[in-house]
């Protein structure tokens, strides 16, 4: 018996005339996430991909698992491949679905038939394929409103297909079909789940990350690294540039009111960052900022260091509760690198009572006394890359 | 790295080449399981048989009084649960320190939940415990006293034989346990002359392997086992020895220097430095072993002083290795402000270090100050 993996595309559907790209590009995707499980082929009929194993050695576990990884696929499942004849298909009917029925107690079954000159219609389907089931599992019954499980059958133009219900896939837009942005990543929980809301969006993902050793621990770099190896299970490859910013706090530290200590820090970061992810065609920035979550986050704060930015700044936690924030950050498996206890910025730099309500004006005149080019430059020059996946 | 200067010996030692000579050795010829009953199982036991002679001749005992555990926190596991359980039908109190390591504080909170009362005595500032101290604590009720040899953080002596005196007084039930992780293979023990029951060493502070704990468990005196199975180590802790790792242990022992001379002279240099120099501030007593110094530089952090040290090549700890982070339990416990403690950095020796390492530490840490932006 040969089986397949079924994939339906989410709202890819909805895109028109685009459609054909975004699915070249979802193809894509899944071959390079497939790579290295086995020969296989992929075609495409109307709104679904299959997957086919060209040989025995293909592993069909772990690529199921992978395909709930990719970006743009709504469900999928695996599915038995018979021949187009009613004999054959309740055959392997009887075989394929016995582990899918032995658990539950009422079932039903669907038939979608694409090629209308199958011999026989969708109710003359269900019903033969329903009483070789009720016949094979006798601990069964049909229930056609609250299935627990739903058999389907489909018949297509070349053969037929017969799977046991289907999984909710990781859903969004194929990575990179919407361009490609930097996420500036701390170490916390926050940043790497928004990079993964906005890889699902489409967006292929650079990463950049500041480090002030010997103020933050070489753990703490290590912890992004690991945190980005799970975004990256979705996103594909990440490229990391890994910013040396002892200099930039010190000068900070030393010629800056202390109030304005953290927004001076993070307007330089984001004139470090924007350098950085245009030089890599990145059309923004993303970061894990959720308003009023700390003081650097309130909105008077955020829109002093906004008003340097030159491409947008994507927020997608802005309007989150942490509680939601925790929520996807255990879904993706990063909560559990994130809390680990390694400081990611020292607290020798955290002013007592930082400005809540800072101006522009304020912030400029603040940070006069800095070589804002030369420090910039500098840490630019020092940037050090790698990648992840 | 080419120009390592490594001062966290009491969080591991690099392994000695005679250890890994014994261990290689073991791994490749002398591969047999002790408790096979062939010629190549004997061999095996036979190498056992010499580490466990090598180990009682360290601690003045007699061989079978010597039991090979996984870790020095599986041996104190073993002695601390194993003792009170042993005796609780005699008495329900134990007495131990607030600056025990977390292997022997850990399962003296886990008995407390049980029921035992647990007394918990608090250093003076040098992290020293008193005698006086020690005597009231120890009443007709005691069926334990724990008590480290050497404070792993400070190497502070504290003192065993007090507690045989005490136990002796009150005629109490207790046994007597000493960790002597830090101690081992640095000072001369007898355990007879301590005077205690139960004593816990482990191979990898003394450049032996990691991966091996030894408890000492004195002659008629019965503890249940912790891990039980194939009853090997006379039934207290079963699974197969590491024949390789325990024959490492014996490479380790063999090489100790017989003195501690040079280690004394590196530890004397420190002291005489990091004294006089009017920024940092010794947290180790005059008396403490001189493995071990604890110093201060008060106005920065441990975390910022390691991490700076580290990228010119020195490897210092900020307090116990098995307490990533946070601030030391053991100065805290000993009264210390709070601007020592957080800014304290524990400087451990072997006889692998000189004065030049002493020296690279001292004025790097100078650099650092000069350089690192201090806390408020």
């Known amino acids: ?389 | 790295m080419n120009n390592t200067v490594y001062l966290d010996n009491s969080a591991t030692t690099v392994v000695c080449d005679r250890a890994i000579e014994y261990i290689n050795h073991a791994l490749s010829v002398n591969y047999g399981n002790p408790s096979s009953l062939h010629v190549m199982g004997m061999q095996a036991e036979e190498e056992l048989r010499k580490s466990r002679a090598a180990v009682a001749a360290m601690l003045s005992c007699r061989e079978d009084e010597i039991f090979f555990t996984g870790s020095g926190t599986e041996a104190n596991n073993t002695a601390v649960f194993g003792a009170a359980r042993a005796r609780r039908k005699r008495g329900n109190r134990i007495v131990t320190t607030a600056v025990e390591h977390p292997s022997v504080l850990e399962a003296v909170k886990l008995l407390e939940d049980e029921g035992f009362e647990v007394i918990r005595l608090v250093p003076d500032v040098n992290g020293k415990i008193r005698e006086g101290d020690i005597f009231e604590a120890v009443n007709k009720d005691t069926v334990l006293v724990s008590i480290m040899l050497v404070n792993n953080e400070t190497g502070a002596l504290q003192p065993i034989k007090t507690a045989r005196a005490a136990v002796t007084r009150a005629a109490a039930p207790a046994l007597i346990h000493c960790d002597a992780v830090q101690g081992f293979g640095k000072m001369k023990i007898s355990v007879a002359d301590l005077g205690i029951d139960l004593l816990t060493a482990s191979a990898h502070k003394i450049h032996g392997p990691k991966g091996v704990g030894i408890l000492y468990k004195k002659k008629n005196v019965h503890i249940p086992a912790y891990i039980v199975g194939g009853g090997q180590e006379s039934g207290l802790r079963s699974g197969t020895e590491s024949v390789p790792l325990i024959s490492g242990l014996r490479g380790a022992i063999e090489e100790l220097p017989k003195t501690d001379e040079k280690v004394r002279a590196v530890r004397d240099y420190a002291a005489e430095l990091f004294g006089g120099c009017g920024f940092a501030k010794i947290n180790s007593p005059t008396d403490a072993l001189p493995y071990i110094i604890n110093i201060s530089v008060p106005g920065y952090r441990s975390e910022t002083l390691l991490h700076y040290l580290e990228s010119k090549g020195i490897f210092v700890s900020s307090g116990s290795a098995c307490a990533k982070g946070a601030g030391s339990y053991v100065l805290r416990a000993a009264g210390l402000s709070s601007d020592r403690v957080d800014s304290a950095l524990r400087i451990s020796f072997s006889r692998f270090n000189s004065k030049e390492d002493v020296d690279r530490l001292f004025s790097a840490l100078k650099a650092a100050k000069d350089t690192l932006r201090s806390s408020k």
């Open chain 1, 1 to 389: 018996m040969k089986e397949i993996i079924l994939i339906k595309n989410g709202e890819l559907v909805l895109k028109g005339l685009n459609r054909r790209t975004f699915e070249d590009i979802m193809v894509k995707n899944i071959k390079r996430k497939l790579s290295g499980l086995g020969a296989f082929d992929i075609s495409r009929a109307q709104s679904t991909i299959v997957i086919s194993p060209k040989g025995e050695d293909f592993d069909m576990d772990e690529a199921v698992e992978r395909v709930g990884t990719v970006f743009g696929i709504s469900a999928y499942s695996r599915a038995a491949v018979c021949e187009k004849d009613m004999e054959h298909i309740k055959q392997v009917a009887r075989e394929y679905l016995a582990d899918a029925l032995s658990g539950v107690s009422t079932f039903k079954v669907e038939a979608k038939r694409s090629d209308k000159k199958f011999p026989l219609k969708s109710p003359e389907i269900c019903m033969e394929i329903g009483g070789v089931l009720l016949e094979a599992f006798p601990h069964l019954s049909v229930d056609v409103h609250n299935p627990q499980q739903v058999i389907t059958v489909e018949i297509r133009d070349r053969e037929a297909f017969i799977r046991a219900g289907q999984i909710r896939g990781a859903g969004g837009m194929p990575v990179s079909s919407a361009g490609r942005a930097a996420i500036m990543i701390s170490g916390g929980i926050d940043s790497p789940v928004a990079a993964y809301l906005m890889a699902r969006r489409g967006l292929e993902l650079n990463a950049i990350h500041f480090a002030s050793p010997p103020y933050t621990s070489p753990r703490a770099e290590l912890k992004v690294r690991q945190l980005l190896e799970k975004v990256a299970r979705y996103s594909g490859t990440i490229r990391l540039g890994i910013v040396p910013f002892t200099e930039i706090q010190e000068q900070i530290a030393k010629n800056c009111p202390e109030e304005y200590f953290t927004l001076i820090m993070r307007r330089m970061m984001l004139r470090i960052a924007q350098r950085l992810a245009a030089a890599r065609s990145c059309g923004a920035l993303i970061t894990g900022e959720s308003l009023g979550q700390v003081a650097s986050q309130t909105l008077p704060a955020l829109s002093v260091v906004d008003t340097l930015a030159e491409m947008p700044v994507l927020r997608p936690l802005i309007g989150m509760d942490k509680e939601d924030i925790i929520a996807i950050s255990r879904k993706i498996d990063t909560f559990e690198i994130s809390i680990q206890p390694y400081e990611d910025c020292c607290t020798v730099f955290t002013p007592k009572h930082p400005r809540t309500r800072p101006t522009v004006e304020q912030c400029e005149k603040a940070e006069q006394a800095l070589d804002i080019e030369a420090l910039i430059e500098r840490a630019i020059a020092a940037t050090e890359y790698s990648y992840i996946d």
